[in-house]
Nanobody, 118 residues
Framework: QVQLVESGGGLVQPGGSLRLSCAVS????????MGWYRQAPGKQRELVAA???????NYGRFVLGRFRISRDTAKNTVYLQMNSLKPEDTAVYYC????????????WGQGTQVTVSS
């Protein structure tokens, strides 16, 4: 059974930083793209950042160079370094991975709350 386990959310002041981590556990799978999405109350879930197996990165327009996604393939882990956080970054952040076992599907973590407030 494949599981995505997130960590690193919390409360931070505007201008501060947080680092999110997401580890994929289980056996007998292949991971393709890994990434982060977020969902604020009353809003749709949106892409924050994603990275392919080849290392190609894609960021949401609102990131504006403030966040950086990285991936440790050996550890099946993806990270999101978030700097210069703003109150509008407040949301639940979800880890996502495209994983193939018998067929390819999207897997999601349980979500981690990020709150940016003074």
């Amino acid at each position: 059974q494949v599981q995505l386990v997130e960590s690193g959310g919390g409360l931070v002041q505007p201008g501060g930083s947080l680092r999110l981590s997401c580890a994929v556990s289980g056996t007998g799978f292949t991971i393709y793209t890994m990434g982060w999405y977020r969902q604020a109350p009353g809003k749709q879930r949106e892409l924050v950042a994603a990275v392919t197996t080849a290392g190609t990165m894609n960021y949401g327009r609102f990131v504006l160079g403030r966040f950086r996604i990285s991936r440790d393939t050996a550890k099946n882990t993806v990270y999101l370094q978030m700097n210069s956080l703003k109150p509008e970054d407040t949301a639940v952040y979800y880890c996502n991975a495209g994983i193939q076992i018998t067929s390819r599907a999207d897997y999601w973590g349980q979500g981690t709350q990020v709150t940016v407030s003074s």
